[in-house]
Protein backbone atom coordinates (compact mmCIF):
# COMPACT_ATOMS: atom_id res chain seq x y z
CA UNK A 1 0.00 0.00 0.00
CA UNK A 2 0.98 3.78 -0.75
CA UNK A 3 0.05 6.52 1.55
CA UNK A 4 -0.64 9.38 0.24
CA UNK A 5 -0.74 12.89 1.99
CA UNK A 6 -1.54 16.20 0.17
CA UNK A 7 -0.90 19.63 1.18
CA UNK A 8 -0.62 23.39 0.28
CA UNK A 9 -4.08 24.13 -0.87
CA UNK A 10 -5.27 27.82 0.35
CA UNK A 11 -7.00 30.41 -0.97
CA UNK A 12 -5.29 32.89 -3.65
CA UNK A 13 -5.94 35.89 -5.99
CA UNK A 14 -6.16 35.21 -9.71
CA UNK A 15 -2.50 35.76 -10.94
CA UNK A 16 -1.21 34.19 -7.68
CA UNK A 17 1.14 31.36 -7.00
CA UNK A 18 0.80 28.26 -5.27
CA UNK A 19 3.01 25.04 -4.24
CA UNK A 20 1.36 21.75 -3.57
CA UNK A 21 3.29 18.53 -1.92
CA UNK A 22 2.18 15.34 -1.89
CA UNK A 23 4.18 13.28 0.75
CA UNK A 24 4.19 9.23 0.40
CA UNK A 25 5.01 6.60 2.57
CA UNK A 26 4.30 2.77 2.82
CA UNK A 27 6.52 2.00 -0.45
CA UNK A 28 9.47 2.50 -2.08
CA UNK A 29 8.84 5.96 -3.54
CA UNK A 30 10.65 5.91 -6.65
CA UNK A 31 9.20 2.66 -7.71
CA UNK A 32 6.39 4.91 -8.54
CA UNK A 33 5.22 7.61 -11.50
CA UNK A 34 2.93 10.11 -9.59
CA UNK A 35 0.48 12.68 -10.90
CA UNK A 36 -1.27 15.48 -9.94
CA UNK A 37 -5.46 15.06 -10.59
CA UNK A 38 -8.26 17.49 -9.82
CA UNK A 39 -11.92 18.13 -9.76
CA UNK A 40 -14.27 21.30 -10.01
CA UNK A 41 -17.42 21.29 -8.18
CA UNK A 42 -19.92 19.49 -10.69
CA UNK A 43 -17.03 18.33 -13.23
CA UNK A 44 -15.60 15.32 -13.64
CA UNK A 45 -11.68 14.49 -12.51
CA UNK A 46 -9.25 15.80 -14.46
CA UNK A 47 -5.51 15.10 -15.33
CA UNK A 48 -2.88 18.11 -14.73
CA UNK A 49 0.55 16.46 -14.54
CA UNK A 50 2.16 13.49 -14.05
CA UNK A 51 6.19 12.59 -13.96
CA UNK A 52 8.30 9.71 -14.40
CA UNK A 53 10.24 7.75 -11.64
CA UNK A 54 13.32 9.98 -11.43
CA UNK A 55 11.57 12.89 -12.95
CA UNK A 56 13.14 12.16 -16.40
CA UNK A 57 9.82 12.42 -18.05
CA UNK A 58 6.76 14.79 -17.22
CA UNK A 59 3.59 15.60 -19.46
CA UNK A 60 1.03 18.49 -18.82
CA UNK A 61 -2.38 18.88 -19.50
CA UNK A 62 -2.89 21.77 -21.85
CA UNK A 63 -4.67 24.13 -20.07
CA UNK A 64 -1.76 23.98 -17.29
CA UNK A 65 1.11 23.97 -19.73
CA UNK A 66 3.37 26.80 -19.06
CA UNK A 67 1.61 27.80 -15.48
CA UNK A 68 1.80 24.26 -14.02
CA UNK A 69 5.16 22.63 -12.95
CA UNK A 70 5.34 19.12 -11.53
CA UNK A 71 8.77 17.80 -9.72
CA UNK A 72 9.81 15.10 -7.40
CA UNK A 73 12.69 14.79 -4.67
CA UNK A 74 12.73 10.86 -4.27
CA UNK A 75 15.14 11.56 -1.40
CA UNK A 76 11.98 12.86 0.77
CA UNK A 77 9.41 11.33 -0.89
CA UNK A 78 7.62 14.16 -2.04
CA UNK A 79 6.08 15.09 -5.16
CA UNK A 80 5.60 19.03 -5.93
CA UNK A 81 2.84 20.94 -7.95
CA UNK A 82 3.96 24.52 -8.33
CA UNK A 83 1.25 26.61 -9.72
CA UNK A 84 1.74 30.14 -10.93
CA UNK A 85 -0.64 32.83 -12.81
CA UNK A 86 -3.65 30.34 -11.28
CA UNK A 87 -6.72 31.30 -12.89
CA UNK A 88 -10.52 31.38 -11.37
CA UNK A 89 -11.16 27.72 -13.47
CA UNK A 90 -7.69 26.36 -11.97
CA UNK A 91 -10.66 26.22 -8.85
CA UNK A 92 -10.35 22.68 -7.76
CA UNK A 93 -9.44 20.09 -5.31
CA UNK A 94 -5.96 18.58 -6.05
CA UNK A 95 -5.29 15.41 -5.54
CA UNK A 96 -2.28 13.17 -6.11
CA UNK A 97 -1.79 10.12 -7.02
CA UNK A 98 0.78 7.11 -7.73
CA UNK A 99 1.24 3.80 -9.91
CA UNK A 100 4.00 1.56 -11.14
CA UNK A 101 3.56 2.34 -14.97
CA UNK A 102 3.72 5.90 -16.28
CA UNK A 103 2.15 7.15 -19.28
CA UNK A 104 -1.61 9.36 -20.07
CA UNK A 105 -3.09 6.02 -19.99
CA UNK A 106 -2.24 5.07 -16.60
CA UNK A 107 -5.07 4.38 -14.12
CA UNK A 108 -3.74 5.21 -10.63
CA UNK A 109 -3.72 2.59 -7.67
CA UNK A 110 -3.01 4.92 -5.04
CA UNK A 111 -4.65 8.07 -4.79
CA UNK A 112 -4.38 11.27 -1.77
CA UNK A 113 -7.21 12.86 0.05
CA UNK A 114 -7.49 15.82 -1.36
CA UNK A 115 -6.36 19.80 -1.10
CA UNK A 116 -8.93 22.54 -2.03
CA UNK A 117 -7.20 25.21 -4.07
CA UNK A 118 -9.30 28.09 -4.67
CA UNK A 119 -8.61 31.22 -7.04
CA UNK A 120 -10.58 34.28 -6.42
CA UNK A 121 -10.76 37.17 -9.59
Known amino acids: QVQLVESGGGLVQAGGSLRLSCAAS????????MAWFRQAPGKTREFVAT????????NYADSVKGRFTISRDNAKNTVYLQMNNLKPEDTAVYYC??????????????WGQGTQVTVSS
Open 26 to 33: GRTFSDYA
Open 51 to 58: ISWTGGKR
Open 97 to 110: AADLDYGLATEYDY
